[in-house]
Structure formats: structure tokens, C-alpha cells
């Protein structure tokens, strides 16, 4: 097992280069440059800029400078602000996303496999239906029109709750909520599906040949087994959440790391671009590495195999 | 000797969006303390509904027991509360099913699978539980067994978990274990195996045993008495010497018929023609009569009652009428020779 984690820790830094690398270039060919106003700066003044960040070399050489101090943890200088680096925006940036983040994944999660394990134990009855219908909304409809929708409603006309902003608990509620009803939907339809098959296998028929009762069967039989799928789709919803911060920030005025990096892009601001974008990645990577562990852990077959390899 | 199970007159329907199944219609047995008893037939004949039903394991919503009684001991099991099953289920009947590469949780160590059923039934803590555990894979012959209960099911072959399904099964030491087909899908050599197992187990603990299969062979292995089923019927019931070297019922003669013979010139294989009956709209008179070569019109009309033929063996057939014609079983229905 530590074997096989070294090994996918190793393969992680890979991929991080990798991207670390593509991205570098491809931000190279965004046009404009990151000064305001250039018009009004002199041709002196903007040698003198791109002198200081470094701008003036060949990009190979800022390519390899760049990766120098990236391996030292250094990711730069912002260009918004004097004297500001990336890693404190990142660090001041990480706070609000991150809570959002964990709060619509925890919610989602937990009020799905409670929508599902019900629709699959009162299969074809009004609940299932119910959550089904639930669970195509939450699917179809994306995040930001259920923002915009409980602005209004909840946050406007009701006002039970802050429209925008981010000063204390009450001001999470919408936005995670927003960010959630996709994980909902997802979680809800997976559980639902696995569960109404688990239900029907032998080894649920055996434990209740025993004289388990029916709902110690379903708790450790059945739930356990049924999240192994939903153990693997928490990696790709966890990616989906981090896309969907992005954009839920920006509607909330929520001063996290995804309203920053948006930014950067519109102002070509590069140190940000980067440290955003690798940041993000190594996020993803790590989550997936996680399920990859947790789900060696729930499913045995897969730990014997992985420990093999 | 002592009846331990009586079902009478037991009707299990399973309603579909076709309409209603009638998958067992009227079925009567008893088991006694320590016998066997084979229940034969084809696929769809009825035999595993009937044991579900015995364990009140039919699936919730669409099968019920629509008549009938299952006495067990006394007590009407067609009547028992969910919470009255619990407590029989495992303790007094256990069940064997027919694949143990799926019967077994494949998340779950083997250990604690068996465990289960002990610490619910017999109150015993957790190294009681183990240790009965140990003792009940090394009684089922399953080598290394303190290694062994720590394991997880995919690493156990076919052979193997069918013995830890049957270490389940005996857990608590129950009065009688229903095998549903359990070498149906097992390896010919590991067959043998598993039925040897099963017959010295019964040896050891006394525990009737209903064995529901469509494999004559293991019939001829394992059972004292067999039951033939037909359309949810049983048709014939006698020892297992009346079914193979007596059977009155042109069904059985058609089962031992499809028999393969190793000592048999013929290189054909024979099968009885037709289909089963649609258990939607079951026949008025005899279930096999459409596939009878003796059926006449009595037949088709009429269900027979069953006939005495002798204190142990009965039989359904109006051939077994003095009015009808006498039928010979066909050759190859008989079984080495008559005895």
C-alpha cells in the first residue's frame, strides 16, 4: 500500500509539471499585456516594468526561471498589487472557497444518499418518483440560475438571508446550497441505482436467511456496498464544485480564490494565472489520489490488487 | 418419527404487470427430524418458490403466500410475524443458495459473515463468535481456518465459498437447511465434494435437509425421500428407490429418461418435447398433460388426484387409474435394470 502511494505521489509531480508547462505557454499567447493603461505609460516606462518581472527575456528563459522558484514554493509576484506574492493571495483567497467547497460537498453528499437509499427502498412509489424529479432538476439546471433564483427569491423578495457578501455563517447558506443541488442530483441518482441492485443480489437474500433484520441488512449490507460507486463520482464532482466556485463567487461577491483567478485572466495578470491554475491542479489530483485510497479502503478486492501493483 | 415441517396445500403467486403467477399451486409435504428430502423439477416447475416460502423470503411487494399452511414445529410459519421469522430464520431453517460466488458479501471478511448469525441468535460476544467461527470452517473442511476467517470472499474458489455459505448455514444448529441447486454451479469434481460434505454434516447434526435441485445425480446422492414438481404441483412423491426404480409418472420417467447413462450405447441425448405451462393461466386438468405421450382426454380436463401406489410413494396420474390402459415406463427411463 505505502509502496503504491509513493508511487502515485511521484506520477502526481509528473503531472503537475506537465501542466505547470502547458499552461505557461499557452498564457504566453494571450494577448495584450498585464500593465493598465499601457497607452498612457512611455516606452521607457513599460521596459522598465517588464524588466522588473522579468518580461524582457526569451520566453524559454522565463520558462526556466519560473520553474526554478517554483520549485521552491515561490510563486511570484502578483501584478495587481505592489509587493503582494501569490502565495498570500492564494492563502488569503483558499478560506472562502475552500468552506463553500467542503460545505455543498458534505450537504450534497449526505442529503443524496438520503434522497436515494429512500426512492430505492420505496422503489415505484411517490418518494422515488419524487426524488427522481428532484434529482433531473438538480442535474439539468446548473448552479448559477439556482443562485440566481434564490437571490431573488430567498435573499430579495423573502429576505430570510444575505443576497451577497461574506461576513459570517448566514452568508454561506445560498451559495453552498447553490454549489450542492448538482451533488445532490448526482449523488441521489447513483445511490438510488446502485442500491435497487445491491437489493436484489444473493448475498442480500443470505443475510436475511440469517435473521438479520431487514433494516440491519440495509446498513450493513446494502449502504456500505452502494457507496463504493459514489465514492469514485465524489472525485469528478469535487472537480465540477471547484469549476462551479468559480463562477458562484463571482455571483456572490464572495472574495475566494475563484473570483481572484477569474480576474487574473481578464488582466493577464501571469504569476496568478499560474499559481491559480497549479494550485487548482494539484487540488484535483490530491482528491482523486484520496478517492483512489478510500476506495481501496471500503472495497477490499481493490486493495489486494493495488497493493500487488 | 417426528414431523419437524408440514406445508399443506401451499398456493404462492407473484403478481406481474401480465397478471397474477401462479407459481405454486397447492404443494403438500412433511419433513422429518433428520431426513432428506429432494424436491426435483425443472426450471420454473416451483421448487425454490416453495422454499422462499418456507423462509418467508418471497420478494416483498409482488409474491405472497395466497393459501395454505407451513407448520414448522407447530407454528404456522404463513402466519408469522416479520419479527417471529427473525428469530427462525438462521436458528431453526437456514438456507444454502445456488451461486456462492454471489451469495457471499464480497465487502464483508468471511469471519464476520458468519458471525452475524451467532451473535444474533446464540448472544455471543465477539471472540465466542470467532472462535465458533474457526471451529465451523476447519468442520467444513477449509484448510487454515484461523488465516482464513480474516479473509474476504474473492479470495476463496467457487468450492470453497460454497463451504463458508454452508458454515453459515449450520451456524446455529439449525433444526432444518434448505440447499436451493447448492452444486448447480460448481465444477463437476467439486460436486462431489460438496455433497459428501452436506451427507457427513447431516451425519454429525441430525439437520433435516431439503434439497431443492434439477440434477438427479445429486438426488441419487444425498436424499432418503424426493419430491417431483411439476407446473407447481408435486406430482410424485415416494423414497428415492420408488422415484428411480419405480416412478409412476410418465414427468419422472421423462427426468430420469433425460438422464445422461454412461453405460448407454446411444449417443442421443433425450429431452422431453414441449415447454412448461404458462403459469398465468395454468392448465384446468393435468400440468404435464400437453407434453404427456399418454395424455388422453381425461387428462386435459381433470387433475388427478394423487394414487396410493404404495405407504411411501404417490403418484398423480390418471394412468395409475384401473380404468386406464397399462403404460410401461420407457426403456430408457429405467434405471440399471428393475430391482
Known amino acids: 500500500m505505502l509502496r503504491y502511494i509513493a508511487k502515485r505521489v511521484f506520477s502526481m509531480f509528473l503531472t503537475l509539471l506537465i501542466i505547470a508547462t502547458i499552461t505557461f505557454f499557452l498564457m504566453k499567447l494571450l494577448p495584450g499585456s498585464p500593465f493598465n493603461n499601457q497607452e498612457k505609460l512611455t516606452e521607457s516606462q513599460r521596459f522598465a516594468l517588464n524588466e522588473k518581472y522579468g518580461l524582457n527575456d526569451p520566453v524559454p ?43 455543498a460537498i458534505l450537504f450534497g453528499t449526505l442529503i443524496g444518499l438520503i434522497l436515494g437509499i429512500a426512492a430505492a427502498l420505496k ?9 427522481m424529479v428532484v434529482a433531473v432538476f438538480g442535474i439539468a439546471i446548473p448552479s448559477f440560475v439556482f443562485a440566481g433564483l434564490l437571490q431573488y427569491y430567498v435573499g430579495v423578495k423573502l429576505g430570510w438571508l444575505p443576497v451577497a457578501f461574506w461576513n459570517g455563517p448566514e452568508y454561506h447558506i445560498l451559495p453552498a446550497f447553490s454549489l450542492s443541488v448538482g ?109 483512489d485510497i478510500l476506495y481501496g479502503i471500503i472495497d477490499p478486492r481493490i486493495r489486494v490488487a493495488g497493493g500487488k501493483s | 418419527m417426528d414431523k419437524l415441517l408440514e406445508l399443506e396445500n401451499l398456493h404462492v403467486s407473484f403478481q406481474t404487470y401480465g397478471g397474477e403467477v401462479k407459481a405454486v399451486r397447492g404443494v403438500s409435504f412433511t419433513l422429518e427430524k433428520g431426513e432428506s428430502l429432494a424436491i426435483v423439477g425443472e426450471s420454473g416447475s416451483g421448487k425454490s418458490v416453495t422454499s422462499k416460502a418456507v423462509m418467508r423470503l418471497l420478494p416483498n411487494k409482488i409474491g405472497s403466500i395466497k393459501e395454505g399452511s407451513i407448520r414448522f414445529e407447530g407454528k404456522d410459519l404463513a402466519k408469522a410475524t ?8 438462521g436458528s431453526e431453517i437456514s438456507m444454502i443458495f445456488q451461486d456462492p460466488m454471489t451469495s457471499l458479501n464480497p465487502t464483508m471478511t468471511i469471519g464476520k459473515q458468519i458471525m452475524e448469525g451467532l451473535r444474533k441468535h446464540q448472544n455471543m460476544n465477539k471472540s465466542e463468535a470467532k472462535e465458533r467461527s474457526i471451529n465451523l470452517l476447519k468442520l ?16 476463496f474458489s467457487g468450492g470453497m465459498r460454497q463451504r463458508v455459505v454452508i458454515a453459515i448455514a449450520l451456524a446455529c444448529n439449525p433444526k432444518v437447511l434448505i440447499a436451493d441447486e447448492p452444486t448447480t454451479a460448481l465444477d463437476v469434481t467439486i460436486q462431489a465434494q460438496i455433497l459428501d460434505l452436506m451427507r457427513d454434516l447431516q451425519d454429525k447434526t441430525g439437520t433435516a435437509i431439503i434439497l431443492i435441485t434439477h440434477d438427479l445425480g445429486v438426488v441419487a446422492n444425498l436424499a432418503q425421500r424426493v419430491a417431483v414438481m411439476y407446473g407447481g404441483m408435486i406430482v410424485e412423491t415416494g423414497t428415492a428407490d420408488e422415484i428411480f426404480y419405480k416412478p409412476k409418472h410418465p414427468y419422472t420417467w421423462g427426468l430420469l429418461a433425460s438422464m445422461p447413462k454412461i453405460n448407454s450405447d446411444s449417443k442421443e441425448l433425450l429431452a422431453i418435447p414441449g415447454t412448461p405451462p404458462d403459469l398465468m393461466n395454468p392448465p384446468k386438468g393435468c400440468p404435464f398433460a400437453a407434453r404427456c405421450p399418454h395424455a388422453m382426454e381425461v387428462c386435459i380436463d381433470h387433475m388427478p388426484d394423487a394414487t396410493d401406489v404404495s405407504s411411501t410413494h404417490k403418484a398423480a396420474c390418471w394412468l395409475l387409474d384401473e380404468r386406464a390402459p397399462k403404460v410401461e415406463p420407457p426403456e430408457a427411463a429405467v434405471v440399471g435394470g428393475a430391482r
Open chain 1, 61 to 103: 528563459v522565463q520558462y526556466i526561471n519560473y520553474l526554478g522558484k517554483l520549485a521552491q514554493g515561490d510563486l511570484g509576484y502578483t501584478f495587481q498589487y505592489d509587493g503582494r506574492t501569490v502565495n498570500s493571495m492564494i492563502s488569503n483567497g483558499i478560506g472562502p472557497s475552500a468552506t463553500i467547497g467542503a460545505e
Open chain 1, 123 to 131: 422503489h415505484n412509489s411517490v418518494i422515488d418518483y419524487g426524488a
Open chain 1, 183 to 291: 451533488v445532490i442530483a448526482t449523488v441521489a441518482r447513483f445511490m438510488r441505482t446502485e442500491m435497487l441492485e445491491i437489493l436484489g443480489t444473493d448475498y442480500i437474500l443470505m443475510a436475511r436467511s440469517k435473521g438479520i433484520s431487514k433494516n440491519a441488512v440495509i446498513l450493513k449490507h446494502c449502504v456500505r456496498n452502494s457507496m463504493i460507486p459514489i465514492i469514485t463520482i465524489l472525485g469528478p464532482l469535487s472537480i465540477g464544485l471547484i469549476t462551479g466556485t468559480l463562477v458562484i463567487e463571482n455571483i456572490f461577491a464572495i472574495p475566494g480564490l475563484g473570483e481572484q483567478f477569474v480576474k487574473s485572466i481578464n488582466l493577464n495578470d501571469y504569476p496568478v494565472i499560474m499559481g491559480t491554475t497549479l494550485f487548482y491542479s494539484f487540488l484535483l489530483i490530491t482528491i482523486i489520489l484520496v478517492v
Open chain 2, 82 to 89: 416479520e419479527r417471529e421469522m427473525e428469530k427462525i430464520r
Open chain 2, 140 to 155: 467444513v473442511g477449509i484448510p487454515n481456518p484461523e488465516l482464513r476467517v480474516d479473509e474476504y470472499p474473492h479470495q
